[in-house]
């Protein structure tokens, strides 16, 4: 006898169609912007579920249900960037935790932890998440929570999700995946055990340059309420038209990422075949050392590529200011090409003596891989090395 139950929706079934039902009173396909601070109650303290707009609203409900779809969690919480839902995440801790995190972390990410954190009492050490000894060392002295992100940010290292989190939550540490490289279209590390799931929806999600969210995402009720009660009580939440721009990014997400995991490939190998490119990172290389984890636990490798120069510090920066299609600017995920000097822009915060140890070099370039087309992408980059290296 056949099963009732329905099928799963496939991905951009989800993406397209999850949390978004068809306006009741109008039968709009788009889910509504509504730009309200209140909503009239009935009496006091009746209402039909909506009070004020910082606790909630119908159009930043309707995202958070979206991406936790996608995600594979049960709740998502929409906060007013990606470092506010770090923020927001790292708030569960008390004064005196410990956080262990990955060396090749992004830099706001680190600077959070470093400068801000650090005063309210929350204590943190770096490890080398692709390295499980290190990992397991690490997680001998009491810790409360570790951070990672898998493929990292900016050197793109991939770490074993499923064996970093299992260490870390065997130790009663909460594990949390910044997934915001991968996506949910390539990745989903709940998974593979992790406890929070966090993303900048400004990056890919949104796809568009055009949002700054971010968004923390959870499969247990318990971890959902605590999240949802800090996202109220510090206020820093997705406003109704930055959630519905991501909204309509999702929507092509799954066509988006193809055609960025295509051209990144393309790019990857050219850079390969340049004298003057001393390493490239991208884990669908082969010659990855991530490779082999990247195939078991992503669909796809990602849009982002990094690669170190063979030159100094005026040479990388020569070249980053020569492309035309590759814009020089901060974040990534959209679908314009970017390209970011991480030592002068993103990962300017760490400490150079920092950087250099972790192996990111002054000679470091990160490019967000667009979906223009390949070949005048790769005429745009042989260009630029005509002019840095003439």
Known sequence: ?????????????????????????????????Y?????VQEAPGVHKGYEYSRTQNP??????ANIASIEGGTQGIAFASGLAATHGVLSLLDAGARVVIGHDVYGGTYRLLDKVMSRQGLTFDVVDTTDLEAVDAALKKPAQMMWFESPTN????VSDIAEVCRRARACGALAVVDNTFATPYLQNPLALGA????????????????????????ADADLAARLKFLQNAIGAVS?????????????????????????AEVIAAWLGAQTRVRRVFYPGREDHPGHD????????????????????????????????????????????????????????SVPRAERLRHGFTDGLLRLSVGIEDVDDLVADLEGAFEQAFA
């Open 35 to 39: 730009l309200t601070s209140t909503y």
């Open 195 to 218: 406890d929070i799931v966090v993303h900048s929806t400004t990056k890919y999600l949104g796809g568009h340059s055009d949002v700054v969210g971010g968004m923390a995402v959870v």
């Open 293 to 348: 984890v990247a195939k078991r636990q992503m669909r796809r490798f990602g849009g982002m590529v990094s690669f170190d120069l063979d030159a100094d510090l005026e040479t990388a920066r020569r070249l980053a200011s020569a492309t035309r299609l590759f814009a020089l600017a901060e974040s990534l995920g959209g679908v314009e090409s970017l390209l970011d000097h991480p030592a002068s822009m993103t990962h300017g």
């Open 154 to 157: 900016p050197l793109l290292h």
């Open 59 to 64: 159009t930043r409900g309707a995202l958070e």
């Open 239 to 263: 406003g109704p038209l930055d959630s519905f721009l991501v909204m309509r990014g999702v929507k092509t997400l799954a066509v988006r990422m193809e055609r960025h995991c295509d051209n």
């Open 1 to 33: 006898m056949a099963s009732s139950d329905p099928k799963p929706e496939g991905f951009s079934t989800r993406a397209i169609h999850a949390g978004q039902e068809p306006d009741p009173s109008t039968g709009a396909v788009m889910t509504p912007v």
